[in-house]
């Protein structure tokens, strides 16, 4: 048994990490500070295996027990949290990594930080390998999250070259599944409960832009591989199969049952016209690749939080 510490655990994809690894037989430390998470996705977890601590990562912390391994997830995520917490997400991307970092190096303990296909931009490549260096605008709205993560991306690997960590950074390319809040302006979750209540489906531009869409499930099953690996370089974790925007309104709008219609609305400055893993790398060190196609991992979200917790009237 290992000992886990999660930062971000009561997150989309923290609260999920945290069920599979105790679900391994791992003792999990999970820290957050609600920014976006929320204490629903980790009510579940109880248990002599299970702590939470109440910090914000961007203010050193410090652990008494020992501890194996550290999933630096804590960030805000979703375009409306990171536009609303423009200062808050660079200091996460910075002082928090610093902290998460720090921590791993005085425990010596495997270190993985999230990272995201966001490093790429707007890619000029198609699909994007973890060799391509990225189209980032650091100056435009989304330059506060892109930038924090590529900044992540470099103080990882000075750990690593200098501080001699053992650290690992996962590139993780568009996720979904239950427990995504239904007002995070996520594209799924948003169709989702639009779908729901019969309102009109809001697609940015033409629906033309491409996205790859992964199920939490799969992701979280490649993330702990990486950590279990000794791979030091980034991996990309995603799904592969790339869908236009339009193509992911019209299924959502088949396994809801929908009435809605579809409509269109300005596209978002710096929106990335396409975005498609090259999951080479995954498969050939990790043995990794997705299994959950989308309208099953659609349905399987649907079933799961229910069609009351994705129209935000009850807790997922
Ligand atoms: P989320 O917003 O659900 O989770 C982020 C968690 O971090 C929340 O619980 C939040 O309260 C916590 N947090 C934020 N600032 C904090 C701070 N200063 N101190 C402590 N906790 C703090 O988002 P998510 O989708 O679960 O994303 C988790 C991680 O994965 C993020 O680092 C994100 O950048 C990365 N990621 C997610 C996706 C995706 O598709 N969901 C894609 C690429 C990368």
Request: charged letters at 20%.
């Amino acid at each position: 048994m290992a000992t886990c510490l999660v930062t971000g655990g009561s997150g989309f994809l923290g609260s999920h990490l945290c069920d599979a690894l105790l679900a391994r037989g791992h003792r999990v430390i999970c820290v957050d500070n609600f920014d976006t998470g929320s204490l629903a996705n980790i009510q579940h977890l109880r248990g002599p295996d299970f702590v939470f601590m109440h910090k914000d990562v961007t203010e050193p912390f410090f652990v008494a027990e020992p501890v194996d391994f550290v999933y630096h997830f804590a960030s805000p995520a979703s375009p409306i949290d990171y536009l609303r917490l423009p200062l808050h997400t660079l200091k996460v991307g910075s002082y928090g990594t610093h902290h998460a970092l720090g921590l791993a190096k005085l425990h010596r303990a495997r270190f993985l930080t999230a990272s995201t296909s966001e490093v790429y931009g707007d890619p000029q490549v198609h699909p994007q390998p973890e060799s391509y260096w990225g189209h980032v605008n650091p100056i435009g709205p989304r330059g506060v999250y892109d930038e924090a993560k590529r900044y992540a991306e470099a103080l990882t690997m000075a750990y690593h070259r200098q501080q001699g960590v053992n650290t690992a950074i996962v590139r993780i390319f568009n996720t979904y599944g239950p427990r995504m809040r239904p007002h995070d302006g996520r594209a799924i979750p948003t169709f989702m409960r639009q779908a729901l209540q019969d309102k009109p489906i809001t697609v940015f531009g033409t629906g033309q832009q491409t996205r790859s869409f992964c199920y939490v499930d799969d992701l979280i099953n490649g993330i702990i591989r990486l950590a279990d690996s000794g791979i030091h370089q980034p991996v990309n974790i995603g799904n592969p199969n790339e869908f236009t925007l339009l193509e992911l309104a019209k299924a959502v709008i088949e396994i809801t049952g929908s009435r809605s219609e579809i409509v269109y609305e300005a596209l978002p400055t710096d929106d990335p016209q396409v975005r498609q893993p090259d999951i080479t790398l995954a498969r050939e060190l990790l043995g990794w690749e997705p299994t959950v196609a989308l309208r099953e991992g659609l349905q399987r979200t649907l079933d799961t939080a229910g069609a009351a917790a994705l129209m935000g009237t009850l807790p997922a």
